[in-house]
T-cell receptor, first 111, second 112 residues
Framework: KQEVTQIPAALSVPEGENLVLNCSFTDSAIYNLQWFRQDPGKGLTSLLLIQSSQREQTSGRLNASLDKSSGRSTLYIAASQPGDSATYLCAVQSGANNLFFGTGTRLTVIP | IAGITQAPTSQILAAGRRMTLRCTQDMRHNAMYWYRQDLGLGLRLIHYSNTAGTTGKGEVPDGYSVSRANTDDFPLTLASAVPSQTSVYFC???????????FGPGTRLTVL
């Protein structure tokens, strides 16, 4: 069974800093990897999807990378803002219907 | 506004009662999913449907059933609720199996 780990569990940074969130997975046979954002008491918002054949995806200040062979992905957030405060979830698609989630990194950006 | 709606937003239920959580999407997505989110465990797949008329079991299907009579609706039923089913339930959809998944706002269920 695919195991997804996110480190750190929580992170606090001052506004304006660049930061990296980490995600690792145990089985490199994946369809894709998806990063989500979840605000307290809310649903998940899809941020980026990286197909297994891709190495990275970018959307605005966000850049996600994928290294299948080492079982790792990173989410880079540039010039962080207080509005970026949320929990960030990494999910790996193994098999057509199996999306395995990490437990998330709770980010706090301090004004 | 296109997206996924879930109802109810929250519910408190007595153990042993039957409950159906509703999910509707208007994006004409073929695939739909039900997850539960528990503290410290992350989201886990309960059931899925790749297309109308078909369903499949996920990681934690016991105690739950689903149906997919049409493209838009994917209800989740708890036949006889137990306290361990206290959780936040999320419905999701994707254009096709294996595609980017989009999530609804969730239903917070408490079983006493």
């Amino acid at each position: 069974k695919q195991e997804v780990t996110q480190i750190p569990a929580a992170l606090s940074v001052p506004e304006g800093e660049n930061l990296v969130l980490n995600c690792s997975f145990t089985d490199s046979a994946i369809y894709n990897l998806q990063w989500f954002r979840q605000d307290p008491g809310k649903g998940l918002t899809s941020l980026l999807l990286i197909q297994s054949s891709q190495r990275e995806q970018t959307s605005g200040r966000l850049n996600a990378s994928l290294d299948k062979s080492s079982g790792r992905s990173t989410l880079y957030i540039a010039a962080s803002q207080p509005g970026d405060s949320a929990t960030y979830l990494c999910a790996v698609q193994s098999g057509a219907n199996n999306l395995f989630f990490g437990t998330g990194t709770r980010l706090t950006v301090i004004p | 506004i296109a997206g996924i709606t879930q109802a109810p937003t929250s519910q408190i239920l007595a153990a042993g009662r039957r409950m159906t959580l509703r999910c509707t999407q208007d994006m004409r997505h073929n695939a739909m999913y039900w997850y539960r989110q528990d503290l410290g465990l992350g989201l886990r797949l309960i059931h899925y449907s790749n297309t109308a008329g078909t369903t499949g079991k996920g990681e934690v299907p016991d105690g739950y059933s689903v149906s997919r009579a049409n493209t838009d609706d994917f209800p989740l039923t708890l036949a006889s609720a137990v306290p361990s089913q206290t959780s936040v339930y999320f419905c999701a959809s994707s254009g096709d199996q294996g595609g980017e998944q989009f999530f609804g706002p969730g239903t917070r269920l408490t079983v006493l």
